[in-house]
């Protein structure tokens, strides 16, 4: 009867050791989400709406979930250049999760002037209050097109980030909302 007691005990223990199992797999493997994401400028130069979302100091205005930011180094000429800074973001559920802390490096670069113009950001995100890391990057492009007989700018920008496959949803929604609040802002400083 002992022996027959600790099987059902173990049949009983398996499926939450095999849950345990799956969900500490999901925590730690990591995933690639990329977002793609685009706007067009009418009657704007890729230079000058390169020449604002360069500047880092207009980066709180397009960003308004960006709550605090340090710029830590500044290196390069006028034409290509890095930085390096530290922002502080405001995320879903922040009064449980916190800030999102984003060290990161952002090189600025002509591609084909006056037509092509470049940005690349590498940043290590700290969320959940510095629990989790997660590496984003992101490259943005600023080029001459054309759209329903109007020239302008085409805005686009890819941006990867490794979120755990737990996570992956909200990571999602996170870069969603970042960019369609960015997006938003920079279409409004052109009109």
């Not at 113009?117 to 959940?128: K, P």
């Amino acid at each position: 009867m002992t022996v027959k007691m600790a099987g059902l005990r173990t049949r009983r223990k398996l499926p939450l050791t095999i849950g345990c199992l799956v969900c500490l797999f999901l925590i730690m493997k990591r995933g690639n989400q990329t977002r793609n994401y685009e706007l067009f400028i009418p009657h704007r130069d890729p230079k000058v709406v390169w020449d604002v979302v360069a500047d880092f100091s207009n980066m709180p205005k397009l960003n308004t979930r960006i709550d605090r930011w340090e710029l830590l180094d500044e290196s390069g000429n006028f034409d290509k250049w890095t930085y390096k800074v530290i922002t502080y973001e405001s995320m879903i559920g922040q009064w449980l999760f916190g800030y999102n802390e984003n060290h990161g490096e952002v090189l600025v670069e002509p591609i084909d002037a006056p037509d092509h113009y470049y940005m690349q950001e590498m940043y290590t995100t700290h969320s959940f209050h510095g629990l989790l890391t997660i590496k984003n990057h992101g490259k943005m492009h600023f080029k001459s097109a054309t759209r329903d007989g109007q020239k302008g700018t085409l805005f686009l920008h890819e941006a990867y980030c490794n979120c755990p496959l737990l996570l992956a949803p909200v990571c999602i929604l996170e870069t969603d909302l970042n960019r369609a609040e960015f997006l938003r802002n920079l279409g409004a400083w052109f009109q």
